[in-house]
């Protein structure tokens, strides 16, 4: 099986400008941020609840805890959220209605309630697809590691902010491109 495209600077722009234009572009454009900058798996954008995103101040926070029940592999994880994100969170948290804290946070237009999985990843993937891009919607959270792993991120601080049990798992998330190679090399 492929692995997932890690998304350029220039594809996350193209990707996020087209969710924008759609009926829920708002919507869409928080999910795949949560992805691509959080590095949150589907399943647990999916289960996301407006408790679990906005604070006692009404305002989005800094850290998203996740339960056992709305992980893989049932254990509980606490997801960082940088000031870019926090925005975006705080503009959605703004616009949509009925801010009941047990209501899904990101929401099907069709049920109101909760997207599934497949129809969360059908959604990310026509997106995907829409802006010139084929792959998978695990796209945006192989991103995340990517980026932070270029940025100089240490891999065993990578495997905390993807919720991994092994850091074998993180490594593979991540893409080594020719410059930073070059910048390796460089550096002895």
Known sequence: ????????????????????????????????????MAGMRIGEISKLTIGDVRGIDGKAVDVIHLSKHQTKGSKSRRVFISDELRKLLNHYLAAISQLDDSRA??????????????????????????AGISTSSHSGRRTFATRLNAAGIGMATIQQAMGHSSIQTTAGYCWVSD???ANAVNAI
């Not at 997932?4 to 600077?9: G, I, N, P, R, Y």
């Not at 946070?105 to 829409?130: C, D, P, V």
């Open 1 to 36: 099986m492929a692995k997932a495209k890690v998304l350029s600077k220039d594809e996350i722009k193209r990707v996020m400008r087209l969710a924008d234009t759609g009926n829920n572009g708002l919507r869409d454009q928080t999910a795949l941020a949560l992805s691509i």
């Open 105 to 130: 946070f990101i929401r099907s237009t069709r049920t109101q309630g909760h997207f599934s999985n497949i129809s969360l990843s059908l959604r990310f993937k026509a997106i995907y697809m829409a």
């Open 179 to 181: 410059d930073q190679l």
